[in-house]
């Protein structure tokens, strides 16, 4: 039986959530992606709420002192294996399908917002530096693509529309950006292991939920000055309760996200991929 409080929240989200409600995670969990993949405008303009990280960030010092095994720099892949779920819900939430990454993304775009020149499965150039960039792309793509994209290496915002433009002759094709996002998103994996205490506890399911919201969201946890939203609550309290192995409380985390973009008629595949999410925690919960 759903939980009362679950339920009225689902109910004051309106048809995107009503459409998800069932007995079953799985069921629901296959509803949302459906709803992603035959959504191509709601995907397209949640792409702006993208909150990007650079990987090669320093862990902040309160981190190290917790954790003085974490390397120093989280551009390496983690040896876990990303569960069939959990990636098929990054696909579709970051370009939807098969179909409409051949019309829309199969050229750089700029998602707008603080994102650089985006390309293949949510790549964000503007967040690597050139180096990075080839390590990421050699042996995915040929060198003269590689030599035009990494023109666009650290342009983020209003400059990085016109970098997008120039860059309209470069194609990447879904062999190739599947192929890549398959060794990138390891990156993210490795972050989240980091990020999050006792992922070792739990399943590959669960654990790819919290890998999608650091793959949209990063990991930071401390909000921006005067924010009245604090916008990483959320994150700092799902953190809590790993630490705490509170498992089965982490699920409501997830969804309680969606009062940052509530509202916002641009948000509605960003509000459908934080109830995946939370839905995919509970398969992992549940055994699967």
């Not at 759903?2 to 409600?21: E, H």
């Amino acid at each position: 039986m759903m939980d009362r409080r679950l339920f009225i929240t689902l109910l004051m989200q309106g048809p995107i959530t009503l459409k998800a409600f069932s007995q079953s995670p799985s069921e629901d969990f296959t509803r949302l992606l459906s709803e992603l993949e035959s959504d191509a405008e709601a995907v397209l303009k949640a792409k702006r709420f993208n909150e990007l990280i650079n990987l090669s960030f320093v862990p902040p010092p309160e981190t190290l002192a917790q954790r003085p095994d974490l390397p120093r720099t989280f551009r390496r892949p983690s040896r876990r294996i990303i569960s069939p779920q959990t990636r098929q819900l990054l696909i579709s939430a970051e370009v939807s399908s098969r179909s409409l990454y051949e019309r829309r993304f199969r050229t750089p775009i700029w998602p707008k917002g603080q994102s650089g020149v985006t390309i293949a499965i949510g790549y964000d150039i503007g967040y690597v530096t050139k180096s990075q960039f080839r390590t990421d792309w050699t042996g995915y793509i040929d060198n003269d693509r590689i030599n035009a994209l990494e023109s666009a290496c650290e342009i983020k915002a209003n400059n990085a529309q016109s970098a997008a433009d120039n860059l309209q002759h470069v194609e990447i094709k879904w062999e190739e950006a599947v192929r890549q996002f398959d060794y990138f998103v390891k990156l993210y994996m490795n972050l989240v292991e980091a990020t999050f205490p006792n992922c070792n506890q739990i399943s590959d399911n669960s654990f790819g939920a919290l890998t999608s919201i650091v793959y949209n969201r990063g990991n930071g946890m401390n909000s921006r000055q005067n924010d009245p939203l604090d916008r990483r609550r959320e994150m700092r309290e799902i953190r809590t309760l790993m630490s705490q192995e509170r498992f089965r409380e982490v699920p409501d985390r997830i969804r309680s996200m969606k009062r940052i973009w509530q509202g916002d008629p641009d948000a509605r595949g960003l509000l459908i991929r934080r109830e995946a999410e939370a839905k995919l925690f509970e398969i992992g919960l549940n055994g699967s």
